[in-house]
């Protein structure tokens, strides 16, 4: 912090009687050392992010801050004030006010800033310090952290605090969601961005169906805590073994990030050890919050969504690589191209059929795999690796027998109860190293293949016939109602369990496709697309119903909408849930219906317009979406604009604090 903040920068005399006049008093002394270029219009910013959250600590200290295109330099001021000035922290007013000011678009400065001010405030000796400051020069550097010179004596004592000190609290975090596309990395950002707020050391391995790059095994031995954020189960559990636990869903992971890591201080602090097995398994009784949490001793049903969502983030790679294959060799090659003989046998080089073909049987080999995943993943979430073989083998026979995706699923269910069933009769030592290679696998799917072929595989295959039927028979208004409710669920929670529980119902169709399943698919995603969009378009044509960052945040959800990615509408649903979301719902519904109504189909489960071409009806479908968009605009900003009398000065100069960027960014 040495270049931040200067003698002329220091004002031991606050005389300003509100927060507003403080902030201009301390933003004179920032124009006058040539670190503000417009006064006025770095104050409309000022009072913007204000508006968003009181910036008022415990302790009478008030942290007024924002990024603005009118600041040339990072910088702190720092006013002391006699009476006090309220910035509406809960114990009372503020006699010490820091105003912090960084240039538009410099995060990390803003958050260095922060972070490093707030450890600092956290030191009982630091704010007395600035209390009893008589001059200006020596107050600025204290706050930049230059020590007094210290007599010989104190040299041994200071080194050793300086030692203490300078080893933070270490967190080593895992965040997770079913496809990996946006709540994973947003949880990631949001708990890293808490973390240096809090003057925590936050590494975070980022798993789903993206992929994953292993943290550092030094860095989990270093860790004092460790958090899960996540929707599908941790993979590889029992590195974390012997640390204390915050087992969490990935959406406490974005929203309340600073309590969690709070939360694992406490655990250390108390010295509460979660049980990790040696296979993986974590017995820590997590928090089980209603966002959705991971942990093992969760209510049955958050666990039962967990152990489903697993396996089809696991199943989602497959789909989307064997659906657009055989959407392209259908453009190429049309629909008879399914009957082509094989290419191993019959390939010609420079005939489109052979291509189209060739396109056509890889697609199909890769949607081969989809049920057996699924059922393996599932298990995997259950009861981890000595899981998967019982959860293929349950999946492979759901095939044979014709039960689909739904044995897929029951298969998988049943793998993992198995084998967590077979982990609790306690053996000999002797037998401990080969239990999950050789034991386990060999029990487990005898008895899951006895289940599937026996007892429970001709059942669900004539549950799964029937649920075919009705797809393929639904026409009219049946069509047109199933529509409504996937729309209304799609954009309920925009990636939360209703959006989830119908992606996977659409995804779970495309394993065995047919007509009713490829419209259903069709249906999901347009509804899926239409909040972002929204949005976007919202923000575009009513700017002044938006704060500064949302309408960033609008010109990013064009691409997220397009893409099929509905988590771009979170940060807007965020902040005035009960106009956003009631407006997308109504859009999604319209969406959904017509997207029925209108016949149209998919064999991807991802890709939004980059996939049009290989959609059924292309022009109908883009109609659909349109229409579902214009609804949910005009909602939105009728629902705001009739809650304004006059335009919210966030809306002419917002500017957002630290954690809206890390949302902005992650999505």
Known sequence: ????????????????????????????????????????????????????????????????????????????????????????????????????????????????????????????????????????????????????????????????????????????????????????????????????????????????????????????????????????????????????????????????????????????????????????????????????????????????????????????PFVAAGGLLIALSFAIGGYEIASAKSVADHFVWGEADSWAALLNQIGSAAFAFLVPVLAGYIAYGMADRPALVPGFVGGAIALTVNAGFLGGLVAGLLAGAVVMAIQRVPVHATLRGIMPVLVIPLIASAVVGFLMFIVVGKPIASLQNALTDWLNGLSGSNAVILGVVLGLMMCFDMGGPLNKVAYAFAVGGLADPTDGSLKVMAAVMAAGMVPPLAMALATTVRRKLFTKTERENGRAAWVLGASFITEGAIPFAAADPLRVIPSVMAGGAVTGALSMAFGATLRAPHGGVFVVPLIGQPYLYLLAIAAGTLVATALVVLLKGARRTAPDPAGEAGAAGPGDSRVTVAA
Not at 13 to 33: H, I, N, P
Not at 111 to 135: H, N, Q, V, W, Y
Not at 296 to 308: E, K, N, P, S, W
């Open 1 to 316: 912090m040495s270049e931040l903040i200067t003698a002329e920068l220091v004002d031991l005399d606050l005389s300003a009687a509100t927060k507003d006049a403080a902030a201009r008093s301390l933003a004179e002394r920032m124009v006058a050392a040539h670190r503000v270029t417009d006064l006025e219009g770095f104050l409309a910013d000022v009072a913007a992010r204000e508006a968003q959250m009181p910036t008022g600590l415990d302790g009478g200290i008030g942290i007024p801050h924002c990024r603005s295109e009118h600041v040339s330099a990072p910088t702190l001021a720092f006013g002391r004030s006699a009476a006090g000035i309220d910035f509406g922290a809960a114990d009372g007013p503020a006699d010490l006010v820091f105003l912090i000011a960084a240039p538009a678009g410099a995060d990390d400065d803003h958050l260095t800033i922060l972070s490093g001010l707030a450890r600092r405030l956290m030191d009982p000796e630091f704010t007395a310090a600035l209390r009893a400051g008589r001059d200006p020069g020596a107050v600025a550097a204290l706050i930049r952290g230059e020590e007094p010179e210290q007599k010989p004596e104190q040299e041994l004592a200071a080194t050793e605090t300086e030692t203490a000190d300078s080893a933070p609290f270490r967190i080593v975090a895992v965040t997770s969601c079913p496809t990996g596309i946006a709540h994973t990395y947003m949880a990631a950002e949001s708990l890293a961005a808490a973390g240096r707020a809090e003057g925590v050391e936050v590494t975070v391995e980022t798993q789903g169906s993206a992929g994953f790059k292993k943290l550092d095994p030094a860095v989990v031995a270093a860790a004092d805590a460790v958090i899960w954020a996540h929707d599908v189960e941790v993979r590889e559990k029992a590195r974390f073994r012997g640390k204390p636990l915050v087992d969490v869903g990935v959406k406490a992971g974005i929203n309340r990030p600073a309590e969690l890591i709070a939360e694992a201080r406490r655990k250390a602090e108390r010295g509460e050890i979660a049980a990790v097995s040696e296979d993986g398994g974590s017995t820590d009784p997590g928090d089980g919050d209603g966002d959705g949490s991971g942990a093992d001793h969760a209510h049955f049903g958050v666990r039962l969504r967990t152990y489903l969502m697993s396996g089809v983030s696991y199943m989602v």
